[in-house]
């Protein structure tokens, strides 16, 4: 199978690299902080979704604030502790393409982001964050707006997500999907395309844009 396209989207978390570990410990700390109990916070899902929305969830609307502020501290200081890895196939797949053809779309906050890429050394000429966003995934809005930055028409981009809510995001907004089976199993991701993570594909830029395959 080959896909073509202008642009390529990526989320980060999940899909770039694997953030799981420092997510885990992080939150679990942040509960305890605010006196979360085990069993609340264990029905909250996390993944795919912004800080904000989750403590929204967890609690009341003048402590919300704050307490987001408090998790991004945390996030963020956790990234030189091995908070954040490469996932296979990373490097050589966006080391392949233009510039200017990629971004990378993500629910966490533009500082978070970029703490966690620069600590990988990837450095993205484009960058949706959960700031630049009124409502983010599974809403289109992050993946339409990154499209727009790079001038591109909706229905020639891709992409690449590891979480249901991201790729629905990516159907909403008119874009070919591909799910990376890299924090969910194969049979939960609904996209046009499935693959165990970045390393299954291969990526030639011709005049015409993109071709992306499968690795044989």
């Known amino acids: 199978m080959t896909i073509h396209a202008h642009a390529l989207l990526f989320d980060n978390d999940?899909?770039?690299?694997?953030?799981?570990?420092?997510?885990?410990?992080?939150?679990?700390?942040?509960?305890?902080?605010?006196?979360?109990?085990?069993?609340?916070?264990?029905?909250?899902?996390?993944?795919?979704?912004?800080?904000?929305?989750?403590?929204?969830?967890?609690?009341?609307?003048?402590?919300?604030?704050?307490?987001?502020?408090?998790?991004?501290?945390?996030?963020?200081?956790?990234?030189?502790?091995?908070?954040?890895?490469?996932?296979?196939?990373?490097?050589?797949?966006?080391?392949?393409?233009?510039?200017?053809?990629?971004?990378?779309?993500?629910?966490?906050?533009?500082?978070?982001?970029?703490?966690?890429?620069?600590?990988?050394?990837?450095?993205?000429?484009?960058?949706?964050?959960?700031?630049?966003?009124?409502?983010?995934?599974?809403?289109?809005?992050?993946y339409l707006l990154a499209a727009r930055q790079l001038g591109v028409d909706p229905a020639h981009c891709v992409v690449f997500e590891d979480a249901p809510a991201g790729l629905r995001a990516g159907r909403a907004a008119g874009m070919t999907t591909v799910a990376l089976a890299t924090t969910h199993r194969a049979d939960e991701l609904d996209a046009d395309l499935v693959v165990s993570d970045l390393s299954a594909l291969s990526a030639l830029v011709t005049d015409q844009g993109v071709e992306i395959s499968v690795r044989r």
């Open 14 to 142: 999940g899909t770039l690299v694997s953030s799981l570990a420092s997510v885990e410990r992080c939150w679990t700390r942040w509960a305890r902080e605010y006196g979360i109990a085990a069993e609340e916070f264990g029905a909250v899902e996390l993944h795919g979704r912004t800080a904000a929305e989750i403590v929204a969830d967890l609690l009341p609307a003048d402590v919300v604030p704050e307490a987001i502020a408090r998790v991004e501290q945390l996030e963020v200081e956790d990234v030189p502790q091995d908070g954040v890895l490469l996932l296979p196939g990373t490097r050589a797949f966006l080391d392949s393409l233009p510039a200017d053809r990629w971004a990378v779309v993500t629910s966490a906050t533009r500082r978070l982001a970029e703490a966690r890429l620069e600590a990988v050394g990837i450095l993205p000429k484009t960058l949706v964050a959960a700031d630049d966003v009124t409502h983010g995934k599974p809403d289109p809005e992050p």
